[in-house]
Nanobody, 123 residues
Framework: QVQLVESGGGLVQAGGSLRLSCAAS????????MGWFRQAPGKEREFVAA????????AYADSVKGRFTISRDNAKNTVYLQMNSLKPGDTAVYYC????????????????WGQGTQVTVSS
């Protein structure tokens, strides 16, 4: 069993930065692919980024490439999402997820989800 708790959301002006964290419980954190999704009001949940067990492989949605960076610290059981050059269109609830399979993480059907953290970008 893995529990995921996101933090770091908030209100920021366009062009600003935020760093989200997702702390995971469980001793098998390093064996999970981790990802971030987001859901804006009235829209479906969408993939943002994913990172492999070792952190050597990452994937990003086209809309965030070059602005967002996903990373992980297996010693701290934590995955991060550094968000720079934020835009009003990035406003959403951000969720982290975890699964042994990359396809499940990226496809939005992982074993585990966090409860989400709100990010609001003002213009």
């Amino acid at each position: 069993q893995v529990q995921l708790v996101e933090s770091g959301g908030g209100l920021v002006q366009a062009g600003g930065s935020l760093r989200l964290s997702c702390a995971a419980s469980g001793r098998t954190f390093s064996s999970y692919v981790m990802g971030w999704f987001r859901q804006a009001p009235g829209k479906e949940r969408e993939f943002v980024a994913a990172i492999s067990w070792t952190g050597e492989s990452t994937a990003y949605a086209d809309s965030v490439k070059g602005r967002f960076t996903i990373s992980r610290d297996n010693a701290k059981n934590t995955v991060y999402l550094q968000m720079n050059s934020l835009k009003p269109g990035d406003t959403a609830v951000y969720y982290c997820n975890a699964d042994p399979s990359k396809s499940q993480v990226v496809g939005g059907t992982p074993d585990y989800w966090g409860q989400g953290t709100q990010v609001t970008v003002s213009s």
